[in-house]
């Protein structure tokens, strides 16, 4: 038995013992094996008390610090990282808790802006396993599911913020809202980013019962801060916050972006805030929908620091956003040609994505290398993306829920015209067939979407042959 084995005793906890001689990248990777032993994503169950019951036994490291809770169907990410990004540049210690992750599982808990660090990530686990067990063991005993992936993971990140300790944590909510296991904490701020279709098989078929379920989020007396909605998502949000005596601020009445303009690297804006007006501020993102998510995260800082009737300090508000990030949204990954990867999975994303392509870039063509999971409405993805690409490489990730290449092809195909389809099912031929499509032109491009699964091994692939910008 190597070392390695070693390292874990019977219970699965980890060995100091054991540990003092080996590098914390390997614990790390026990660790992350440990959670993907356990139910996957792709299969969440609607319930809480099995997080709260863990929680409960560590003595609720998530009401250890401030939370602004964040959910919706697109942006979620972007939105919560500027949220984040601006906190701390106000001088708080912040967590921030996001999913999917890209390269590495330590990319979804931050401290301060950067990924957890492994030993903090192992130490912690060290200290939540035996509780996690004794959870796993009660609901096997009643017949349930042991704790998931999702939740687990999610008391993992609880308990490494206690233990930092952050003084905020920004929280992204994995599918959902009420059942979803972050909801164990409770918001003082809680917000809503665009609600349209998505996940219909475990949220609802219909905008009012998504929106119903993401609402869940909303506790007594929080800040809610929402993003425009559709009139029957924001009925939903309207009617539980006041079942919950929340105050409500909504884009466009409330606050507003006024405008925004394309900018080297990014855009400038300008935002009317809840208590104040901010103008020219840069914001090193693409796309109109991210001036919409810093607009929101503006508003939702307000909300947080001073209940929406202080203004920001105009020169942290300006570090913040200026330093914000967002992997794998609209991101140049590669030039020569330019390589644009980008999150979108759903058809209101890939519109956004389309939509950002044709004002904030001059390309004379685009090859898009395209995979799809299974549970996704991959036409709706095609629909939207139409017109800005010239031609489809279709593939798939390494993902087990990927669509088949082959599948997809002739979706794709129905939509945009056989003429204009490759298929490719191997990543690396399809990256290879679209780049030298996109270099036959002084300014063609590769745009990769439809899964994050596809986006992080295209970025690992960039990374491997050395291409990444």
Same mark, same amino acid.
């Given at each position: 038995?190597?070392?390695?084995?070693?390292?874990?005793?019977?219970?699965?906890?980890?060995?100091?013992?054991?540990?003092?001689?080996?590098?914390?990248?390997?614990?790390?990777?026990?660790?992350?094996?440990?959670?993907?032993?356990?139910?996957?994503?792709?299969?969440?169950?609607?319930?809480?008390?099995?997080?709260?019951?863990?929680?409960?036994?560590?003595?609720?490291?998530?009401?250890?610090?401030?939370?602004?809770?964040?959910?919706?169907?697109?942006?979620?990410?972007?939105?919560?990282?500027?949220?984040?990004?601006?906190?701390?540049?106000?001088?708080?210690?912040?967590?921030?808790?996001?999913?999917?992750?890209?390269?590495?599982?330590?990319?979804?808990?931050?401290?301060?802006?950067?990924?957890?660090?492994? @030993?903090? *990530?192992?130490?912690?686990?060290?200290?939540?396993?035996?509780?996690?067990?004794?959870?796993?063991?009660?609901?096997?005993?009643?017949?349930?599911?042991?704790?998931?992936?999702?939740?687990?993971?999610?008391?993992?990140?609880?308990?490494?913020?206690?233990?930092?300790?952050?003084? &905020?944590?920004?929280?992204? &909510?994995?599918?959902?809202?009420?059942?979803?296991?972050?909801?164990?904490?409770?918001?003082?701020?809680? &917000?809503?980013?665009?609600?349209?279709?998505?996940?219909?098989?475990?949220?609802?078929?219909?905008?009012?019962?998504?929106?119903?379920?993401?609402?869940?989020?909303?506790?007594?007396?929080?800040?809610?801060?929402?993003?425009?909605? *559709?009139?029957?998502?924001?009925?939903?949000?309207?009617?539980?916050?006041?079942?919950?005596?929340?105050?409500?601020?909504?884009?466009?009445?409330?606050?507003?972006?006024?405008?925004?303009?394309?900018?080297?690297?990014?855009?400038?804006?300008?935002?009317?805030?809840?208590?104040?007006?901010?103008?020219?501020?840069?914001?090193?993102?693409?796309?109109?929908?991210?001036?919409?998510?810093?607009?929101?995260?503006?508003?939702?800082?307000?909300?947080?620091?001073?209940?929406?009737?202080?203004?920001?300090?105009?020169?942290?508000?300006?570090?913040?956003?200026?330093?914000?990030?967002?992997?794998?949204?609209?991101?140049?990954?590669?030039?020569?040609?330019?390589?644009?990867?980008?999150?979108?999975?759903?058809?209101?994303?890939?519109?956004?994505?389309?939509?950002?392509?044709?004002?904030?870039?001059?390309?004379?063509?685009?090859?898009?290398?395209?995979?799809?999971?299974?549970?996704?409405?991959?036409?709706?993805?095609?629909?939207?993306?139409?017109?800005?690409?010239?031609?489809?490489?279709?593939?798939?990730?390494?993902?087990?829920?990927?669509?088949?290449?082959?599948? *997809?092809?002739?979706?794709?195909?129905?939509? @945009?015209?056989?003429?204009?389809?490759?298929?490719?099912?191997?990543?690396?031929?399809?990256?290879?067939?679209?780049?030298?499509?996109?270099?036959?032109?002084?300014?063609?491009?590769?745009?990769?979407?439809?899964?994050?699964?596809?986006?992080?091994? &295209?970025?690992?692939? @960039?990374?491997?042959?050395?291409?990444?910008?």
């Amino acid at each position: 038995m190597s070392k390695k084995d070693d390292t874990f005793d019977d219970s699965g906890a980890f060995d100091d013992a054991a540990f003092d001689d080996m590098e914390y990248q390997d614990a790390a990777d026990r660790v992350i094996d440990a959670l993907l032993d356990r139910v996957g994503e792709s299969a969440p169950q609607p319930r809480l008390e099995a997080t709260r019951r863990a929680v409960d036994l560590l003595g609720d490291p998530q009401r250890a610090f401030s939370v602004v809770h964040i959910t919706g169907t697109n942006g979620k990410t972007s939105t919560s990282r500027m949220v984040e990004s601006i906190l701390r540049a106000y001088g708080l210690r912040t967590g921030l808790m996001t999913s999917p992750h890209l390269r590495r599982l330590n990319e979804r808990i931050e401290l301060d802006g950067a990924p957890v660090s492994n @030993a903090a *990530l192992v130490e912690n686990w060290n200290d939540i396993q035996p509780y996690l067990l004794m959870v796993d063991a009660e609901l096997t005993a009643n017949g349930d599911v042991p704790l998931t992936y999702f939740e687990a993971l999610t008391v993992l990140a609880f308990a490494i913020f206690a233990d930092a300790p952050v003084d &905020v944590a920004v929280i992204e &909510v994995g599918m959902g809202g009420q059942w979803d296991s972050t909801n164990v904490a409770d918001g003082q701020v809680a &917000v809503f980013t665009p609600i349209a279709l998505d996940h219909t098989r475990r949220l609802g078929s219909t905008i009012t019962e998504i929106a119903r379920t993401k609402a869940g989020i909303i506790k007594p007396a929080a800040s809610v801060v929402s993003a425009l909605q *559709l009139p029957e998502a924001l009925t939903e949000l309207r009617l539980a916050a006041e079942l919950n005596e929340a105050s409500l601020a909504v884009d466009a009445t409330d606050f507003a972006l006024e405008s925004n303009t394309v900018a080297v690297g990014g855009q400038v804006i300008t935002v009317r805030g809840r208590a104040g007006r901010y103008e020219d501020l840069f914001l090193p993102l693409f796309g109109d929908h991210q001036a919409q998510n810093a607009t929101l995260a503006i508003a939702a800082v307000e909300s947080f620091l001073g209940n929406g009737e202080q203004a920001l300090d105009s020169d942290a508000l300006a570090e913040g956003l200026a330093t914000a990030t967002s992997p794998g949204r609209l991101q140049v990954v590669g030039t020569a040609p330019t390589v644009l990867v980008d999150a979108a999975h759903n058809p209101h994303g890939a519109a956004a994505l389309a939509a950002a392509v044709t004002t904030y870039f001059t390309f004379d063509r685009v090859a898009c290398v395209v995979g799809v999971l299974e549970d996704k409405d991959a036409r709706g993805i095609i629909e939207a993306l139409d017109s800005v690409v010239d031609e489809f490489i279709v593939t798939q990730s390494d993902s087990s829920r990927a669509l088949n290449a082959d599948d *997809l092809a002739a979706i794709v195909a129905a939509v @945009a015209g056989p003429d204009r389809v490759r298929v490719e099912p191997q990543l690396a031929a399809a990256m290879d067939e679209a780049r030298q499509y996109a270099s036959e032109t002084e300014k063609g491009a590769v745009l990769v979407a439809g899964s994050i699964t596809l986006v992080a091994d &295209v970025i690992g692939l @960039a990374e491997d042959e050395r291409w990444m910008q």
